[in-house]
């Protein structure tokens, strides 16, 4: 088996400690300076760097490691419980260094801030996130999510920003979060520490709120990873496959999930007439998307995903060949509207069944390369 890579166990160890909440005030002084000599590393500063995007020298981390962890004992003794080290090293950052947002947790909001400087570019600002965010990502190991939110119909602004959309999105996230306007007019969300279900729940939080403020309805994409696979840019272009998935299929919001199949998918349709038996029933269905492997049907019933079922096809030519194909339910979930038909499944077919399937996939690419509707 393969060595462990010696970087990552050195983050694995680090965070283990900060993470431990039994660990607090010299005991964790304590515990972090005994990884020194274990790893052969400045443990103060590599534990800064798990947090925060600072570079400390190791006097310097050790100073700003034991004020973080003071506090952190007045975080618990405001709200009744510990928020754990990485909120209070983020809350210490904004009050020392004001590179984010007013504190999560001071109480003297009327303080004076420095004036802002001149106003970048909502695109120059994204960028920045998204180099930021994706560097994070890979030093935490944590997940990330990116949302983007297009308004629907042409109701939309032709041009410029909405700015009430914009206060509408920063009051519904996260001090942590970031949000920002991509050069097509997009709104973009950066969600830290936030996986693909989280991820989805915040997308429509932020529709609504968008829809509020504005009074023009949403769709939203969203896409999610964690650690080294959180590439923001990569997630930004998932997220907006994601946006046109969500519109197509009415859903308002859609999350970006990585081609399970191994065959490339041909697009159906009504163009083949399909029946599904199932349970001693039979019904007619649409069949969405076809490949060697499975396919992706839109159904009247719910069907139960381990269930075998027969897919029943009747090929699109003058003279229509019928196909049996027997095949297993993969997955099943709900349409457009939760509850109601149509439902949507995603079968497999079986090792037997290949050669019709491909037979059928001919005949699909003939009509196709034919101009045939």
Do not use: W
Request: aromatic share 2%; proline share 7%; hydrophobic share 40%.
């Amino acid at each position: 088996m393969a060595s462990r890579d010696p970087k990552d166990a050195v983050q694995v160890d680090l965070r283990k400690v900060l993470d431990d909440k039994g660990l607090r005030g010299d005991r964790l002084i304590e515990a972090i300076s005994a990884l020194g000599p274990r790893h052969s590393i400045e443990p103060f500063r590599a534990s800064l760097s798990l947090v925060l995007p600072m570079d400390f020298t190791e006097p310097e981390a050790c100073n700003t490691l034991a004020g973080i962890e003071s506090h952190r004992g007045e975080i618990e003794a405001l709200l009744g419980r510990d928020a754990g080290f990485t909120v209070a090293a983020f809350d210490l950052l904004y009050e020392k260094e004001r590179t984010l947002r007013d504190p999560v947790f001071r109480d003297d909001r009327s303080a004076a801030v420095p004036a802002p400087g001149p106003r970048p570019r909502p695109s120059d600002r994204l960028e920045d996130v998204l180099r930021r965010e994706t560097r994070r990502a890979e030093r935490s190991g944590r997940p990330l999510a990116v949302v983007v939110l297009s308004s629907d119909g042409p109701a939309a602004p032709a041009t410029g920003v909405s700015e009430a959309g914009l206060i509408a999105l920063c009051d519904s996230t996260r001090d942590v979060d970031s949000v920002a306007v991509a050069q097509d007019g997009a709104y973009v969300a950066i969600l830290p520490c936030t996986g693909g279900r989280e991820g989805l729940r915040a997308a429509d939080r932020l529709r609504r709120a968008l829809r509020a403020s504005t009074g023009i309805p949403f769709s939203a994409g969203v896409a999610a990873a964690s650690g080294r696979a959180a590439d923001a840019h990569v997630l930004m272009r998932c997220a907006r496959r994601a946006l046109h998935e969500a519109r197509g299929s009415g859903s308002g919001a859609a999350l970006h999930r990585l081609e399970r199949r191994a065959h490339s998918r041909i697009l159906v349709g009504t163009a083949v007439p399909a029946r599904l038996r199932s349970a001693g029933s039979e019904s007619d269905i649409v069949v969405e998307d076809l490949s060697l492997g499975g396919a992706l049907l839109s159904t009247p019933h719910r069907v139960t995903p381990g269930g075998e079922v027969v897919l029943a096809l009747r090929g699109p030519s003058t003279r229509p060949a019928g196909f049996l194909l027997p095949s297993r339910v993969l997955r099943a979930q709900d349409g457009p509207t939760p509850g109601q038909t149509p439902y949507r499944a995603a079968i497999g077919f079986s090792p037997d069944a290949r050669l019709r399937v491909a037979a059928v996939l001919a005949t699909l690419r003939a009509r196709d390369q034919a101009g045939m509707p």
